[in-house]
């Protein structure tokens, strides 16, 4: 089991039945970078890897 699995644990059992929207998402991902500037490049990654999950030319 990866560390982060248990926040994904947390997450989902926290906040699974809930609804956002992307630019919920992306806002608080920006909250987070502004707290934490250190994970400025996962956070980043983890945005681009969200938008492009549908794009065939990237597998």
């Known amino acids: 089991m990866y560390f982060t699995d248990r ?3 947390e ?3 926290r906040r699974g039945d809930e609804e956002v929207s992307f630019d919920w998402l992306a806002e608080q991902m ?3 970078v502004d707290l934490n500037p ?3 490049v996962p956070v980043e990654r983890l945005a681009t890897w969200l938008a492009r999950l549908d794009d065939e030319d990237d597998e």
Do not use: K, Y
């Open 7 to 9: 926040g994904l644990e």
């Open 30 to 32: 920006r909250t987070f």
């Open 11 to 13: 997450l989902a059992s």
């Open 38 to 40: 250190e994970f400025e």
